[in-house]
């Protein structure tokens, strides 16, 4: 590493530059890995064909998750992006895969679900409502992808979904992220016909629950989605447009 012996102002724009270098070197480390991880001859095929419109490097990398990190994935379902922070926390991270009982009692869900933490290694299932988990103030992030907009869209809710986004707060450490995916929503329409919801809703949410409103990513943005269509609709399923959020428990 380079000396900064050097005059006050000079020596401190020398250290922010290492340390500067220092993250691209990290984040460049991480891609790599990564890309080699979601690359493996085990998993699922479906799965790395949906890397490309989802963006998961690009993604991780704007939340700030890191190697080491202890993470959750809420709401993991299939475990796309159980796999997704399996590969960016690494073999000294670890990911917490949530599921509420419904997704559980799914015939053949857990031995899947068993199956893939077995395979990646450092996975741990969580079954049942994230505050059940007993791991309040111990995680460094958590992310939930293309949920929120079933629980605001429910019976309970905007309640129901702030009592869902304090659930996650609780559980994160002081200055732990929380990032939020979601099918971007326009006003005006029945958003909830359509499996979508408004970003400002969803910051909303976030922000009534305590977190706050860091950054917004447009890595996920489709301008072909106009979202006047259903989520499963043909010419947008699995290219919908969508917001990335990246709010921060304070610290």
């Keep these: 590493m ?14 922010l530059g290492m340390a500067l ?11 790599a890995h990564m890309r080699m991880a979601l690359a493996s001859p085990e998993r699922p095929p479906e799965d790395k064909a949906r890397d490309a419109a989802r963006k998961p490097i690009e993604t991780i990398q704007f939340l700030g998750i890191e190697s080491g990190m202890k993470v959750m994935d809420v709401i993991a379902a299939g475990g796309w992006f159980t796999e997704v922070l399996s590969a960016a926390v690494g073999p000294t991270g670890k990911v917490y895969s949530q599921n509420p009982d419904f997704f559980v009692q799914r015939q053949g869900f857990v031995e899947a679900e068993q199956e893939r933490a077995e395979r990646l290694g450092n996975v741990i299932p ?3 409502d994230v505050p059940k988990a007993g791991l309040d103030g111990q995680l460094d992030a958590a992310l939930t992808a293309q949920n929120l907009h079933d629980i605001y869209n429910g019976p309970g809710g905007e309640q129901a979904a702030v009592a869902f986004a304090k659930g996650i707060y609780d559980v994160l450490k002081p200055g732990g992220v929380f990032g939020v995916i979601d099918h971007a929503g326009i006003a005006g329409q029945d958003n909830a016909q359509f499996h979508r919801i408004q970003a400002q809703q969803a910051k909303d949410v976030l922000t009534k629950a305590g977190f706050e409103i860091e950054a917004e990513s447009d890595v996920l943005h489709n301008p072909a989605d106009d979202h006047t269509k259903a989520i499963r609709d043909p010419s947008v399923r699995g290219h919908t447009d969508q917001f990335l959020i990246r709010a921060r428990k304070p610290g």
């Design 126 to 128: 969580v079954h049942g």
């Design 2 to 15: 380079k000396s900064c012996k050097l005059g006050s102002w000079t020596a401190a724009l020398c250290v």
């Design 21 to 31: 270098a220092s993250n691209v070197r990290a984040q460049d480390d991480q891609a």
